[in-house]
């Protein structure tokens, strides 16, 4: 698990300064890596959530260098590609870079969600941004019943908002 620590410690450079954005991975790290031991997943799995979580938001600081906002298609068009550069740089494998980059590229595509790890980083972004972002708890109710399907992310939401 040293690579998750080195993948904080580079996603921490790349943010320097950014104390938000930094916070904001952090949050959804450790949200996420909980809802996946809760749900018990796979090891190799639960490390694959453990990573997407860490870089999910790669894409926001050339989102908003390249076309001036962060919105989650400039987020899943540019993270992939920065979140390659960094984790080659770290050592992980290939194929595990192109599961990694295709949560990111995903992580604000709400449909056709397909497997365990996408479920869960979608489900800790949004218990992370509900709160972050002051969104209305009848629109988070609304993304709560649309959106979540882990028991265990459930709870979450229902302990965090008291819903």
Do not use: W
């Not at 993270?79 to 990111?104: H, N, Q, R, S, W």
């Amino acid at each position: 698990m040293s690579k998750i620590n080195d993948t904080i410690n580079a996603m921490m450079t790349y943010f320097k300064g950014d104390v938000k954005r930094i916070q904001h991975f952090l949050k959804v790290y450790a949200i996420a890596r909980t809802i996946g031991i809760n749900e018990k997943l796979p090891e190799d799995v639960q490390y694959l959530l453990e990573v997407a979580a860490i870089t999910h938001d790669i894409g926001i600081k050339l989102s908003e260098e390249k076309f001036g906002s962060s919105a989650g298609a400039y987020q899943e068009q540019e993270g992939p590609a920065e979140a390659e550069k960094l984790l080659t740089e770290i050592g992980y494998e290939e194929d595990f870079i192109d599961k990694v980059c295709y949560l990111i590229a995903h992580h604000h595509t709400y449909k056709g969600i397909d497997n365990a790890p996408y479920r869960i980083l979608v489900e800790a972004d949004f218990l992370v941004n509900i709160y972050e972002e002051h969104i209305s708890m009848e629109l988070a109710k609304n993304v709560k019943e649309k959106i979540f399907r882990t028991e265990s992310g459930i709870k979450m939401f229902e302990e965090m908002y008291d819903i």
